[in-house]
């Protein structure tokens, strides 16, 4: 079928949920003989019998089954849409779609989204994590509203878009508990030889990490690398190697995986920026999320 008339598939439900053309009608305020004729209208129009007769009742044929099971969910979705609309806007469900950079912390990610979560309204929020480059060209198809990223677009990108600066934090280094507290005495120098957890995504921070280590002389043994920012601090509590994580979050990072915190790097920062399409913030959500600026993440 072509053209599907949902005239003609209303009155067909609204026929088998009552159960019989007469009641139907009364609940139409349509003649039994004119929805009669508009039943047998689209019968011809589906190609088949939708009810036969049992015992002057309407049973449903197994076409009519069918059919009465794609018009179950097409009129439950209208209903629902119908109450949407009804309701004001402010209380209208505000749909979010979020890339976050695979190299953001999870718990960094939660606390960007939160001022979105926080609207006077219901937020229907749909994350996607992944390659920075990726999510901005989902961003230029319209498929993402912001991305959440550790890196500014390149500059020779031929796409335009604008950069809201979230928020800064230095960068400090952990290690289960005992190698921590060994390696504090002595520090940076004690980090010598030492086994090293690397982010696969190469953030930025950690290029900053690399440049901090050559600059004190210390050479550290990488000895993984991986790019799951909760996977690499499980690595580290079970003391494969050191790892760098982000100072705002070190108690969350030090209750959760039962590390300790070796030193804090004033010299090596992690930024984090918000990426839309326009300098322009139209969506309600994105716009909270880029004015929040996140200063309380600045340690």
């Known amino acids: 079928m072509e053209n599907l008339n949902l005239r003609h598939l ?21 003649a039994p003989q004119t929805l ?54 402010e209380h209208r469900p505000l749909s979010l779609s979020a890339g976050i950079s695979a190299s953001i912390h999870k718990l960094i990610a939660y606390y960007l989204l939160h001022p979105a979560m926080k609207l006077n309204r219901p937020v229907q929020l749909e994350c996607r994590t992944g390659r920075t480059e990726d999510l901005l060209l989902s961003l230029k198809r319209k498929e993402l509203d ?6 500014m677009p390149q500059a020779e990108s031929p796409e335009r878009f604008a950069v809201h600066p979230l928020s800064r934090s230095t960068i400090s280094l952990f290690a289960a508990p005992e190698l921590a507290e060994e390696l504090k005495t002595g520090f940076p120098h004690s ?33 993984a690398r991986v790019d799951d920012s909760a996977l690499i601090k499980v690595f580290g509590r079970e003391g494969v190697g050191v790892f760098a994580a982000p100072t705002m979050i ?50």
Request: charged share 25%.
């Open 250 to 299: 070190q108690d969350e990072v030090c209750r959760q995986y039962q590390v300790a915190l070796i030193a804090s790097l004033d010299e090596v920062t992690d930024q984090l920026f918000a990426v839309t399409r326009s300098r322009k913030l139209a969506h309600e959500g994105v716009r909270a999320i880029c004015e929040a600026r996140q200063g309380i993440f600045e340690r």
């Open 191 to 223: 980090l010598n030889h030492q086994p090293l957890l690397a982010n696969a995504t190469d953030a930025p921070y950690f290029e900053k990490l690399m440049h901090w280590f050559n600059l004190n002389n210390v050479r550290m043994n990488l000895v």
């Open 146 to 151: 912001v991305v959440l990223t550790d890196r």
């Open 10 to 30: 209303y009155y067909f439900w609204v026929i088998s949920r009552e159960g019989s053309i007469a009641r139907a009608s009364e609940v139409l305020d349509l």
């Open 36 to 89: 009669s004729g508009q039943l047998a209208t689209f019968e011809g129009a589906v190609g088949g019998r939708l009810f036969s007769r049992e015992r002057r009742q309407l049973v449903l044929t197994e076409l009519g089954h069918m059919v009465r099971s794609y018009a179950d969910e097409i009129f439950e979705l209208t209903g629902q849409l119908s109450e949407t609309l009804r309701a004001g806007p």
